[in-house]
């Protein structure tokens, strides 16, 4: 069972409060007063959930949110992150840097907030997990705080895409390629290689051996893929 369904939606849900009281009786010489004027609460955000994501990087930290066609997780955002405790950032180099696969799970927050016109960054909140969370994932810190950047926002439309097509991102002689979501069924695929990172992730490419060669990027290899979630 999805912890991004049924078991994390008492996070986002609303407990209904009953107003429960006896009415007394006025005297005949006072007017009751009027009823008041029904208001009506505010929207949920249209994105707000747990938006977990994984975690990878050497010399940088990076965050990429785990896709759905669904809503609230239909969009593709990757973030960089630090630390807001060094101490924690070098516990979790020294004892999940080499691990095959790490996740996060930020508390519950609207992802539209890192669109590009959205409200802006929260500083995120959550728990590390060694492993998938959703899938025997084991515990490693809860209550872990990161400042964000975001580095790339891309909402999901089912479109059609190339299935080559990727947008770059990275520090220094670390790149990534993220393949860009397109119909059903899809892939959540990152590749690291190595070689010269783009200033800021630009317009995506399509991967082949010549753009590869040309951007200086070489050893291509994948480092996380999932298409569980988008059939």
Same mark, same amino acid.
């Given at each position: 069972?999805?912890? %991004?369904?049924?078991?994390?939606? &008492?996070?986002?849900?609303?407990?209904?409060?009953?107003?429960?009281?006896?009415?007394?009786?006025?005297?005949?010489?006072?007017?009751?007063?009027?009823?008041?004027?029904?208001?009506?609460?505010?929207?949920?955000?249209?994105? =707000?959930?747990?938006?977990?994501?994984?975690?990878?990087?050497?010399?940088?930290?990076?965050?990429? =949110?785990?896709?759905?066609?669904?809503?609230?997780?239909?969009?593709?955002?990757?973030?960089?992150? &630090?630390?807001?405790?060094?101490?924690?950032?070098?516990?979790? %180099?020294?004892?999940?840097?080499?691990? !095959?696969?790490? &996740?996060?799970?930020?508390?519950?927050?609207?992802?539209?907030?890192?669109?590009?016109?959205?409200?802006?960054?929260?500083?995120?909140?959550?728990? #590390?997990? %060694?492993?998938?969370?959703? %899938?025997?994932?084991?515990?490693?810190?809860?209550?872990?705080?990161?400042?964000?950047?975001?580095?790339?926002?891309?909402? #999901?439309?089912?479109?059609?895409?190339? !299935?080559?097509?990727?947008?770059?991102?990275?520090?220094?002689?670390? &790149?990534?390629?993220?393949?860009?979501?397109?119909?059903?069924?899809?892939?959540?695929?990152?590749?690291?290689?190595?070689?010269?990172?783009?200033?800021?992730?630009?317009?995506?490419?399509? #991967?082949?051996?010549?753009?590869?060669?040309? =951007?200086?990027?070489?050893?291509?290899?994948? #480092?996380?893929?999932?298409?569980?979630?988008?059939?």
């Amino acid at each position: 069972m999805s912890f %991004r369904g049924s078991r994390w939606r &008492t996070w986002v849900g609303s407990a209904a409060l009953a107003l429960l009281g006896c009415a007394a009786s006025l005297p005949k010489s006072v007017a009751p007063a009027a009823a008041p004027s029904t208001v009506s609460a505010p929207a949920e955000p249209a994105k =707000h959930g747990v938006h977990g994501m994984v975690l990878f990087g050497r010399a940088g930290l990076w965050a990429s =949110h785990l896709p759905m066609y669904e809503a609230p997780h239909d969009a593709q955002v990757v973030l960089a992150l &630090t630390f807001a405790d060094p101490a924690e950032a070098a516990a979790y %180099r020294a004892e999940l840097g080499d691990a !095959p696969l790490v &996740t996060f799970v930020p508390e519950p927050f609207d992802l539209l907030a890192l669109a590009p016109d959205g409200a802006g960054v929260p500083r995120l909140r959550g728990a #590390i997990y %060694r492993g998938h969370f959703e %899938r025997d994932g084991v515990l490693w810190k809860d209550a872990v705080e990161f400042d964000a950047r975001v580095v790339w926002y891309r909402a #999901i439309d089912g479109s059609p895409q190339d !299935p080559a097509s990727a947008v770059a991102f990275g520090a220094g002689d670390e &790149t990534y390629l993220m393949h860009l979501v397109g119909a059903r069924p899809g892939v959540d695929r990152i590749v690291a290689v190595q070689g010269p990172a783009p200033a800021s992730a630009a317009e995506p490419v399509v #991967i082949s051996d010549a753009v590869l060669s040309d =951007h200086g990027w070489r050893s291509p290899a994948v #480092i996380y893929e999932e298409r569980a979630d988008l059939q």
